[in-house]
């Protein structure tokens, strides 16, 4: 109660206070709501009731409880509840029930990482431990010993692990997991909702592998899933596991005050609308709050950005607080440093935390009392499931979204009510994606022959199977499809992008070879090129030299005071046309792209000020990538080049940076490229496109809400107070005409396309 008091008194010092209180755009209170519960079901186990009570549980939340007859009821369910929900429950009671009841059963728990993996065998152990059940539980991941992984396959009634484990370590070798497969009675997939684009379309496909080997073995598992709130969850969940599901969205469990709060930095130029800087704002405000003692998670959109709001934050309380009372917590971190984070964080060691998006799953963090996002983070379900990390506990929580000066996030802090109350955008995925699908059926073929007229899943698969076969992967005897290459299918294909292996980052500082982290070869065009400030921790390294073909980056312990920025240049061209409405003047289509990307050049930007001090070369091979877009073809006029390219500009920043609230993306998952003459259609062209090869379907849904995202564009365009454009419309500074011009062209396009 006191920590809640000393939160609230310390907001309402902060509405007394002119300075902060001019920035503030928008406040709103949501008040508390009281839970509504159910009794145990008569069906739960004496054992089970007992552990529970020991835990000071003497009803359920009733989510829960329906959720506990649904499941008995043999329904595959989706649970959709707020963060701290207890939608653990959910499942592990139904599943717990049945394994007392039938000892030779089997669990399969899926995380989408494996710190999420570690954290539920931690929770379940502790449960099972105060029933003194015999029953067995083990996480299964690439850190699991090869003495413990053949005492995981023979006696483990619940098995935990991830997509990737089960892809490429269990599935492959179903043969040694007869146990398992014949004996599968439930299967859980938690964080539903994180299973979207190109990573969802590989799960719902290693779904498909699991339960055609499941099927093999005479079993057929139900489906128990949770969620963050998203619009589409019973969509998404019978899309993933292509079964019919039950939804539960009727939150049982109390939620505490939350007090949101949009906050804009200063404008610092007026007439060209320039606001001062969200990462320096976030540094100021993260910094008031833990000097308070205030637990604080600062969430940041990359994660350079994470790293110089560590830096910063750390160079102003470490005095007060010292250096390890703040930490950050991105992807390209080692497991065993990320599982120290994380654990000093449930002890309450640390005061702040500055992440990436990767702290937006339910790891057990512990109880923090205040979010601050640097930036919108892209979609409206990010934004609730950041929120949710602060008051965890039913306490009063406060939210700060700090909003930069592009475009989207000055549309969200002049529509706040817009984005409080709309529905959470749906998530989209495609398992039939053929460049994924065919992927799969090869790993599937390696698992099991394929019989001649089976589907895998709902895809048909006559011709990639007969394709294969000519391509001499598969070999056809009689009715039967068998594998026939020496490769090992699964080991060459990843789930989470299109790269098939990280960059090892390694220290050459003192120890040689101290690996320190790992990132994707795509990422490292741009943050690991020869000369490049690598930030691990706050802790500074020069790149030396980036070796592409051995997948290693050699850094050097430095301290200077600057970061870099790289840029990075993209040509595209059509490949092969899909899809096209015109009417002669205006066109709009779809199709295959071609896209090649090539880091060029990067910048010292000066810590502090953030201004360029300097610049460099890079030196790397271009990346290419096959993938799907849509262009919008616009007539020539007779204005100059210059003001033709301004308005391609403005029209092109404005439908990207408005795209994200129309799909479940992030603003990075869909690129633009403006040509004043393309190639492909002879005129001035805008090209939006999927990030991802083969494409996960962003752009044929772009296509089919073309209309709606253009009068969003113009809409966010003609409201921005500015006089002639700025970053927050057009994406440009104080162009003469360029903002009404821009007006005109959307509305054109929206009317005749």
């Not at 691990?536 to 005071?561: C, I, P, T, W």
Request: aromatic residues 8%; contains cysteine.
């Amino acid at each position: 109660m006191e920590a809640r008091q000393s939160l609230v008194t310390y907001l309402e010092e902060l509405k007394a206070d002119r300075s902060f209180m001019e920035r503030v755009t928008y406040m709103k209170t949501m008040e508390a709501t009281v839970g509504k519960y159910a009794p145990f079901p008569k069906e739960m186990p004496e054992r089970l009731r007992q552990a529970l009570e020991k835990r000071g549980i003497t009803s359920l939340y009733r989510h829960q409880e329906l959720a506990f007859r649904t499941v008995q009821g043999g329904a595959s369910t989706v649970i959709v509840t707020p963060t701290a929900s207890g939608k653990t429950y959910c499942f592990n009671l139904p599943i717990l029930s049945h394994l007392l009841a039938h000892p030779n059963a089997r669990a399969l728990y899926l995380y989408p990482t494996k710190a999420l993996a570690q954290d539920q065998n931690s929770e379940l152990l502790e449960l099972i431990d105060e029933m003194e059940a015999p029953i067995r539980c083990f996480t299964y991941d690439g850190d699991t010993s090869p003495t413990i992984r053949t005492k995981v396959r023979k006696a483990g009634n619940i098995v935990i692990t991830n997509p990737d484990m089960l892809h490429s370590g269990i599935l492959p070798h179903h043969t040694k997991w007869i146990e398992l497969f014949e004996n599968l009675s439930h299967i859980v997939i938690d964080e539903l909702h994180t299973y979207r684009g190109v990573f969802g379309s590989h799960v719902a496909n290693v779904i498909r592998r699991l339960r055609r080997i499941c099927r093999y073995y005479g079993s057929d598992p139900i489906f128990i899933m949770t969620s963050a709130t998203i619009a589409n969850p019973q969509e998404l969940a019978e899309r993933l596991t292509e079964k019919k599901v039950q939804l539960i969205d009727d939150n049982g469990a109390p939620t505490g005050r939350k007090h949101f709060i949009v906050y804009q930095p200063p404008i610092v130029n007026a007439q060209l609308g320039i606001r001062r800087s969200a990462t320096l704002e976030t540094k100021q405000l993260a910094s008031r709050f833990i000097k308070k003692k205030f637990q604080t998670i600062v969430f940041a959109r990359s994660r350079v950005r994470v790293e110089v709001l560590l830096t910063y934050l750390r160079s102003l309380i470490r005095h007060e607080l010292g250096p390890k009372s703040i930490e950050g917590y991105r992807g390209g971190y080692l497991p065993t440093e990320r599982r120290d984070i994380e654990r000093r964080l449930r002890k309450g060691e640390i005061t702040g935390i500055v992440s990436t998006n990767a702290l937006e799953l339910g790891v057990d963090i512990g109880q923090l009392q205040v979010c601050i996002m640097n930036g919108y983070p892209g979609t409206i379900a990010s934004l609730w499931q950041q929120a949710g990390r602060a008051g965890r506990r039913q306490d009063d929580a406060l939210i700060i979204l700090v909003a930069s000066s592009g475009m989207l996030d000055q549309y969200v802090a002049e529509r706040p009510e817009l984005f409080l109350n709309q529905s959470p955008e749906a998530a989209r995925l495609d398992p039939d994606n053929l460049i994924i699908a065919v992927d799969h059926i090869k790993c599937a073929a390696f698992e099991l022959p394929f019989r001649q007229g089976e589907t895998f899943g709902t895809l048909e698969t006559e011709d990639i199977l007969e394709y294969l076969v000519e391509e001499r992967v598969l070999h056809q005897r009689g009715e039967r499809y068998y594998w026939m290459n020496d490769a090992f299918p699964a080991h060459g294909i990843s789930l989470r992008s299109s790269d098939q292996e990280n960059v090892i980052i390694v220290d050459q500082t003192e120890v040689p070879n101290r690996v320190i982290g790992e990132m994707d070869t795509f990422s490292a065009m741009t943050l690991l090129h020869d000369e490049a400030i690598y930030l691990h921790g706050a802790d500074q390294y020069q790149v030396e030299a980036l070796d592409f073909e051995e997948k290693k980056a050699f850094v050097r312990a430095v301290d200077v005071d600057y970061y870099t920025d790289a840029n990075f240049s993209v040509e595209l061209s059509v490949l092969d046309e899909d899809e096209c409405y015109t009417n002669g003047v205006f066109s709009v289509a779809r199709g295959d792209v071609s896209v090649r990307g090539m880091a060029t050049m990067f910048k010292k930007i000066k810590f502090g000020t953030h201004e360029n001090i300097g610049s460099g070369p890079i030196h790397l091979p271009e990346r290419e990538i096959h993938t799907t877009g849509v262009w919008f073809s616009l007539p020539e006029t007779s204005t100059s080049s210059t003001e033709l390219e301004q308005v391609l500009e403005g029209v092109a920043n404005s439908l990207r940076r408005v795209a994200p609230l129309y799909l479940m993306c992030d603003a990075s998952d869909v690129f633009v490229v403006p040509q004043v003459k393309a190639t492909h259609t002879q005129k001035p062209t805008i090209y939006l496109y999927d990030r991802y090869p083969g494409g996960v379907g962003l752009a044929a849904s772009i296509y089919k809400q073309r209309t709606i995202m253009l009068r969003a564009a113009r809409d966010s365009i003609e409201t921005c107070p500015c006089l002639d454009g700025c970053p927050a419309c057009i994406g440009m500074i104080g162009v003469s005409d360029e903002k009404e011009r821009t007006i005109r062209m959307l509305a054109e396009m929206e009317t005749e396309l």
